[in-house]
């Protein structure tokens, strides 16, 4: 990969360094995702999906959570509109994930916005964000994040077809929890503390509530959106927003911008 430095009158970094940094840190997540890849695999392989339909739709779609789903729905005719549909809305949250990714990538050219956001994932996502609330500002850190967890997906989707005949129910091996495993491990490693059992605790009632009273997906939509509508009203009673503005625009980590520049409290 060549050298990538930021546009003339950028002032948010995008180097070589970044993508190493952000690869280097996402490979324990990424073997978690790979366990999770290979369990795809297997049932993919119990699917009319062809072996390199399969494939192609790991590299090509990149959506461990839809993809998923999308295999309980996959049949002969192939139901295109249901399947584009479910994907939409099992997606939306990547509405949320890029508004949140705005400030980081808004003065990036477009060959580098769209490049990492094609690697953007729910793994990289909560990596990133946590890296760029400890000070982190090269944005490369996503894309280098991005990638691997990228490689570990199709590779391990490949071995799971490859293994489909040897191993004919994940779940005897305990396989099918790694992906709510990797979740739970995001979430540890983006908690900041008591405050977030606010935006936290509302999306997962939310979610839960609307599981039992909505049909398809639209329940991790809800969820989503009213937490995150509770994660604003936090910030704007606790004043939290506008440290996190004013360290987007300075560079310095939201404790520091909290405390005028001087080094900061620790978080709770």
């Given at each position: 990969?060549?050298?990538?430095g930021?546009?003339?009158?950028?002032?948010?970094?995008?180097t070589?360094?970044?993508?190493?940094?952000?690869?280097?840190?996402?490979?324990p997540?990424?073997?978690?995702?790979?366990?999770?890849?290979?369990?795809?695999?297997?049932?993919?392989?119990?699917?009319?999906?062809?072996?390199?339909?399969?494939?192609?739709?790991?590299?090509?779609?990149?959506?461990?959570?839809?993809?998923?789903?999308?295999?309980?729905?996959?049949?002969?005719?192939?139901?295109?509109?249901?399947?584009?549909?479910?994907?939409?809305?099992?997606?939306?949250?990547?509405?949320?994930?890029?508004?949140?990714?705005?400030?980081?990538?808004?003065?990036?050219?477009?060959?580098?916005?769209?490049?990492?956001?094609?690697?953007?994932?729910?793994?990289?996502?909560?990596?990133?964000?946590?890296?760029?609330?400890?000070?982190?500002?090269?944005?490369a850190?996503?894309?280098?994040?991005?990638?691997?967890?990228?490689?570990?997906?199709?590779?391990?989707?490949?071995?799971?077809?490859?293994?489909?005949?040897?191993?004919?129910?994940?779940?005897?091996?305990?396989?099918?929890?790694?992906?709510?495993?990797?979740?739970?491990?995001?979430?540890?490693?983006?908690?900041e503390?008591?405050?977030?059992?606010?935006?936290?605790?509302?999306?997962?009632?939310?979610?839960?509530?609307?599981?039992a009273?909505?049909?398809?997906?639209?329940?991790?939509?809800?969820?989503?959106?009213?937490?995150?509508?509770?994660?604003?009203?936090?910030?704007?009673?606790?004043?939290?927003?506008?440290?996190?503005?004013?360290?987007?625009?300075?560079?310095?980590?939201?404790?520091?911008?909290?405390?005028?520049?001087?080094?900061?409290?620790?978080?709770?």
């Amino acid at each position: 990969m060549a050298a990538a430095g930021p546009r003339t009158g950028d002032s948010t970094p995008f180097t070589r360094r970044g993508v190493y940094d952000g690869f280097r840190r996402s490979l324990p997540v990424a073997a978690g995702v790979f366990t999770y890849g290979v369990v795809f695999g297997i049932l993919a392989r119990q699917t009319p999906l062809s072996a390199v339909e399969a494939l192609v739709m790991s590299a090509a779609v990149f959506a461990a959570s839809a993809q998923f789903v999308v295999l309980d729905l996959w049949s002969r005719p192939i139901p295109v509109t249901a399947i584009v549909v479910t994907t939409f809305l099992v997606n939306l949250r990547h509405v949320l994930m890029g508004a949140s990714l705005y400030r980081w990538l808004a003065r990036l050219s477009r060959r580098r916005v769209y490049g990492t956001l094609f690697l953007l994932n729910d793994e990289s996502w909560g990596l990133a964000m946590r890296a760029r609330a400890e000070g982190e500002r090269d944005a490369a850190f996503l894309l280098g994040s991005g990638l691997v967890v990228f490689l570990a997906w199709v590779s391990a989707s490949l071995l799971g077809l490859t293994a489909g005949s040897v191993v004919s129910d994940p779940a005897r091996y305990g396989l099918d929890f790694a992906f709510v495993a990797v979740y739970v491990a995001l979430l540890v490693g983006v908690w900041e503390g008591r405050p977030d059992l606010v935006p936290v605790g509302t999306a997962a009632a939310v979610a839960v509530a609307g599981g039992a009273v909505l049909p398809g997906n639209w329940h991790i939509v809800a969820g989503g959106v009213v937490g995150s509508l509770a994660g604003v009203a936090r910030d704007a009673a606790t004043g939290r927003g506008f440290a996190h503005a004013r360290a987007d625009h300075s560079g310095a980590t939201p404790e520091s911008a909290t405390d005028g520049g001087t080094g900061g409290a620790g978080r709770d």
